[in-house]
């Protein structure tokens, strides 16, 4: 059974940062493209990173700089390291597995957890 779990999930003030993690179970982790994507009350998902099996990185423009993705496929998980947060960056965030990275960037991956908020208060 295919299971991701976010965790880290805050409120925060801007400027500050937060760092989120995902751990996976029921699928070959080191074989999938892992990231994270997030929706905002009453907007369309944002793709936000991704990193590749060969630990190639993606970001979205809105988070370039500020946003660093990391996966250890030991410990089965990706990591989301938020800086500079801003209220724009107020979402729930999910995370996602695929085969292709594009699916988590442009679109909502099979393998996807339930989410973790963040709220960044200006």
């Known amino acids: 059974q295919v299971e991701l779990v976010e965790s880290g999930g805050a409120s925060v003030q801007a400027g500050g940062s937060l760092k989120l993690s995902c751990v996976a179970s029921?699928?070959?982790?080191?074989?999938?493209?892992v990231g994270w994507f997030r929706q905002a009350p009453g907007k369309v998902r944002e793709g936000v990173t991704i990193i590749a099996t060969d630990g190639t990185t993606e970001y979205a423009e809105s988070v370039k700089g500020r946003f660093v993705v990391s996966r250890s496929n030991v410990d089965r998980s990706v990591y989301l390291q938020m800086g500079t947060l801003k209220s724009g960056d107020s979402a729930m965030y999910y995370c996602g597995a695929a085969k292709t990275c594009s699916e988590i960037m442009d679109d909502f991956p099979n393998y996807r957890g339930r989410g973790t908020r963040v709220f960044v208060s200006s």
């Open positions: 029921g699928f070959t982790f080191s074989d999938y493209c």
